[in-house]
Each structure stands twice: as structure tokens, then as C-alpha cells.
């Protein structure tokens, strides 16, 4: 089994900034995708961004430019560095691991979520 523990998240005001890491431990053998995803009540879970074991990434239009992603492999960690923040940003926030992790459908592991709050 893979266990996932997320931290970071919080309440931060318009224009602010909040680093998200998330660690892995357990089984862990050649995950090639990390990723976040995002979700609001009443609505489905949305890919926020996504890097591979060679660090291409893959990010969510309304956050490119404002959001980085990237992982520490000798480390099991995924980190999502979040800049000038809005408050549709506003979300609990979780991280995924897995073979493929671009579609939630195939991503096996997922954090427990963090919520985080844009609001002044």
C-alpha cells in the first residue's frame, strides 16, 4: 500500500501564496506520474497540475503562470507552489500519485486533501 500525507494548505489573502507538499511512503515502485487535483462541493475533481518521473509537466490553463509544480524523487515528494492566488482558487486540494495521473480516473492513490482558502 501507498500512503500519502499532504501539508500546506490554509487560509491566504488575494494575491498571496501557500506551498503544498505531499510525501509518499509505502510500496512505492516506478510511480511515473505526481499531480494535484482541485475540488469545490458540487463539482467533479479537476487536474491542476501533473509532472513526470522526468519533469515534464502539465498544468490547468487558469493556473499556468501562477502555479509550479515539482517533485523531489529521492524523496517521494510532490510540491505545487501557488502564486498570486484568487479566490476561485478556493478548494480542497489533492495530491495524486499513480502510473498515469492526468485523468482521475486512472489515479490509484490520493492524498487526504487540504483545504485552501483565498479570502481577504
Known amino acids: 500500500q501507498v500512503r500519502l500525507v499532504e501539508s500546506g494548505g490554509g487560509l491566504v489573502q488575494p494575491g498571496g501564496s501557500l506551498r503544498l507538499s505531499c510525501a509518499a511512503s509505502g510500496s512505492i515502485f516506478s510511480i511515473n506520474g505526481m499531480g494535484w487535483y482541485r475540488q469545490v462541493p458540487g463539482k467533479q475533481r479537476e487536474l491542476v497540475a501533473a509532472i513526470t518521473s522526468g519533469g515534464l509537466t502539465n498544468y490547468q490553463d487558469s493556473v499556468r503562470g501562477r502555479f509550479t509544480i515539482s517533485r523531489d524523487n529521492a524523496r517521494n515528494t510532490v510540491y505545487l507552489q501557488m502564486n498570486s492566488l484568487k479566490p476561485e482558487d478556493t478548494a480542497v486540494y489533492y495530491c495524486?500519485?499513480?502510473?498515469?495521473?492526468?485523468?482521475?480516473?486512472?489515479?490509484?492513490?490520493w492524498g487526504q486533501g487540504t483545504q485552501v482558502t483565498v479570502s481577504s
Open positions: 495524486a500519485f499513480g502510473a498515469y495521473v492526468l485523468s482521475a480516473s486512472t489515479v490509484p492513490y
